[in-house]
């Protein structure tokens, strides 16, 4: 018992699977106050932030990435369509509060539903609805680390703006003189289509949908984890002209995926119908997974 119970903690650091997140919903805040307080996250996260970070950052070696890459980008687990997809997601339950919590498909549309509000066009409504759907890696069991978190290029110098940097040096790449240098692996001016980012349900989502989505939502989807670069403004010396249009769409979609959970309850069932015509548009009855 003793030893499940703490290989459980072990996987399983967050009670809710986007508590990660709470580290930017305070920096961003604070950027509009008098003064930035901007490292008060550390401090400020809620319990199990902290140890999550750090297995992250301690087990997402670009050995790891490319196992994980070659693991789930062949897609052969499942055939289903986008709104089975989100039944199975809305299987994955946290453990902070249930009864509260807001279930996964509320949460898909809540980002979703601001977005149309906002006046978008469809396929970055569609974009807001399905972008975390990658996240059913947990279901297959990866560990939390392995599917949310901040992303960050792997095989060159970790940038210190990556939140709790310090557990890098817990990293085996740490110590690998190719992958500490500004540029590693990678080119100037190489592109992101050539760099691995850390491994998670960004990029898995994006090798999933990226034959049906215009390539501004594909970049919303692959990115929107890559904060210290949409949101830190670093790794620019790795892209390239393409990937400068790509951060003007990630950066707006970031804030309706910070901040439009938590708010009202949308009425899924009343939604129903109208999502599954926004599906049926881009998206065929059944994708590889
Ligand atoms: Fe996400
Ligand atoms: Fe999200």
């Given at each position: ?23 930017h ?74 009864d ?15 977005i ?32 949310v ?25 740490s110590?690998?003189?190719e ?34 989505l ?14 210290a ?61």
């Amino acid at each position: 018992m003793g030893e499940s119970r703490a290989s459980e903690t072990t996987n399983r650091p967050l009670a809710d699977l986007d508590d990660w997140e709470s580290v930017h919903q305070v920096s961003a805040r604070d950027e509009t106050g008098p003064q930035s307080t901007f490292r008060d996250y550390r401090e400020n996260v809620r319990a199990g932030v902290r140890e999550f970070y750090q297995l992250n950052h301690r087990h997402q070696t670009l050995g790891f990435v490319l196992e994980k890459k070659q693991e789930f980008l062949a897609k052969s687990r499942r055939s289903m369509g986008i709104w089975e997809a989100m039944e199975f997601l809305n299987t994955l339950v946290d453990e902070s509060d249930p009864d509260a919590d807001f279930s996964q498909i509320e949460h898909l549309m809540q980002t979703s539903e601001a977005i149309r509000a906002a006046g978008h066009p469809r396929w970055f409504v569609l974009t807001g609805l399905i972008h975390d759907l990658g996240k059913i890696l947990c279901l297959y069991g990866e560990p939390q680390w392995a599917v949310v978190g901040d992303t960050f290029p792997v095989g060159c110098r970790y940038s210190d703006k990556i939140v709790f940097s310090e557990y890098f040096a817990e990293n085996p790449d740490s110590a690998v003189p190719e992958y500490r240098t500004r540029h590693g692996i990678y080119a100037e001016g190489c592109g992101l289509d050539q760099v691995h980012l850390s491994w998670g349900h960004d990029e898995y989502l994006y090798h999933v949908v990226k034959d049906y989505l215009p390539e501004e939502g594909l970049a919303m989807i692959r990115y929107h984890s890559f904060y210290a670069w949409h949101h830190e403004n670093q790794y620019n010396h790795l892209m390239n002209e393409h990937d400068r249009r790509k951060l003007s769409w990630v950066r707006a979609f970031n804030p309706f995926d910070l901040y439009s959970k938590g708010h009202d309850r949308p009425d899924v069932a009343a939604l129903t119908p109208y999502y599954k015509d926004l599906i049926a548009e881009f998206f065929p009855a059944q994708l590889a997974w």
